[in-house]
Nanobody
Framework: VQLQASGGGLVQTGGSLRLSCAAS????????VGWFRQAPGKEREFVAC????????GYTDSVKGRFTIFRDNAKNIVYLQMNSLKTDDTAVYYC???????????????WGQGTLVTVSS
């Protein structure tokens, strides 16, 4: 199983980016996908997750109302739409796949390589 995260880049405060998590060797709809991020000098933290049901989603408080996680089953891709970006959102973003939706990194067996998001003021 391989996960490929992409879509990161440099954006100004208030801008938007859409991250993609593509998988090979696994149907993402067969389980859950989580997005995590790690800012320089900080621990990796949970951002959002989606379960087998598209209605089963979760977000960390700091991104609620700004980020949306959703899945395109035909393309086997999970997206993270990020709007109203803030400088605090600057981090390497990782996608991960697991059995069920969880905020805990330990519950995800497969991880992508990360994509860098930089939000400038």
């Amino acid at each position: 199983v391989q996960l490929q995260a992409s879509g990161g880049g440099l954006v100004q405060t208030g801008g938007s980016l859409r991250l993609s998590c593509a998988a090979s060797g696994r149907r993402l709809s067969s389980g859950a996908v989580g997005w995590f991020r790690q800012a320089p000098g900080k621990e990796r933290e949970f951002v959002a997750c989606i379960g087998q049901s598209a209605y089963n989603t979760g977000y960390t408080d700091s991104v609620k109302g700004r980020f949306t996680i959703f899945r395109d089953n035909a393309k086997n891709i999970v997206y993270l739409q990020m709007n109203s970006l803030k400088t605090d959102d600057t981090a390497v973003y990782y996608c991960a796949a697991g059995a069920s939706a969880s905020m805990a990194a330990r519950d995800y067996a497969y991880w992508g390589q990360g994509t860098l998001v930089t939000v400038s003021s």
